[in-house]
């Protein structure tokens, strides 16, 4: 990962900062001696409608958008994201913020019968016309979503999935990843982020429900979908140059406890 050249201590608003990721982040840039403001419905701030965010705002330098939507459906989650982006970088603006950091998805612009891509695409065209200077963040799919991709692909006890190629990353590799984006300087592109070993989905899946227990069986189906889209062993994995996480997923499995 690239070093960081940050010298001077931020403010910087944590978008969805009590989330997966966001709690992982503040803590490190907190470790770092940067001062966190959390911004999530939960400490009065509500990005969709822009409820507490011109406080929130006040004395921030930089911005990690973390957030996610609470429903998937495909208006839902566009609406979510259009509204949350669109009020930050309106706010950001006017408070001359300097960088906006975003996470994003590996292959949103690969995929597009799905709604949630398609919804995350729309987040960044947004962040790149805003004038605001940023850096989006495209990372691939988290350990921490087995279960939510087992849950999904579940039909009858069996989990039936494609036998498709992706590189899947730790979440705290994801957040070091970010802590280290938002303390440099605004990038001006997309930089993508993926673990450090390629793995196919059903095997991902299966090793996660073999140490999670439930005797579930994984069955291979080239028809099957991911989240209802079609996907190949390009759509997931980084295409160029990426910055790899550490954590193997493996090491992973083996110190948690389901
Ligand atoms: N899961 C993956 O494998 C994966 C892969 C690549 C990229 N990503 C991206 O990673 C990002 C973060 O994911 P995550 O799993 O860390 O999310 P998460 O744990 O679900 O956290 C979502 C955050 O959004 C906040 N939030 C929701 N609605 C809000 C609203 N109206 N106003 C203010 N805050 C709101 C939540 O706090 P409150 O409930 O308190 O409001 C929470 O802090 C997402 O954008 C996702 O696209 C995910």
């Known amino acids: 990962m690239p070093p960081t050249n940050q010298e001077t201590n931020m403010k910087i608003l944590i978008a969805g900062g009590n989330g997966l990721i966001g709690k992982k982040l503040a803590a490190l840039l907190e470790k770092s001696g940067h001062q966190i403001v959390s911004a999530s419905r939960s400490s009065g701030v509500d990005l969709v409608t822009g409820e507490g965010l011109e406080e929130a705002i006040q004395g921030i330098e930089a911005v990690v958008d973390v957030l996610n939507s609470p429903s998937f459906e495909d208006q839902a989650v566009l609406e979510f994201f259009q509204a949350t982006s669109t009020n930050l970088l309106r706010v950001e603006t006017a408070a001359g913020v300097k960088h906006h950091v975003a996470l994003s998805v590996v292959g949103s612009d690969r995929v597009p019968d799905s709604g949630y891509l398609r919804a995350k695409v729309a987040q960044e065209n947004l962040i790149q016309a805003a004038g605001v200077p940023f850096t989006i963040v495209r990372a691939t799919q988290f350990f921490e979503f087995a279960p939510g991709i087992a849950q999904f692909s579940m039909v009858d006890g069996r989990c039936r999935l494609p ?25 001006r592109e997309i930089v993508e982020l993926g673990g450090p070993e390629k793995i196919r989905l059903d095997k991902f ?30 759509s997931l994995v980084p295409q160029g140059a990426a910055i790899l996480g550490s954590i193997r997923y493996q090491n992973w499995l083996d110190n948690r406890r389901f």
């Open 205 to 234: 899946v299966g090793r996660y429900l073999t140490v999670a227990g439930g005797g579930h069986e994984i069955e291979i189906d080239p028809a099957a979908t991911y989240f209802g889209a079609s996907i190949d062993d390009a």
């Open 163 to 187: 036998a498709a190629t992706m590189q899947p990353v730790a979440a705290d590799d994801v957040a070091d990843c970010l802590a280290r984006v938002v303390s440099a300087a605004p990038r």
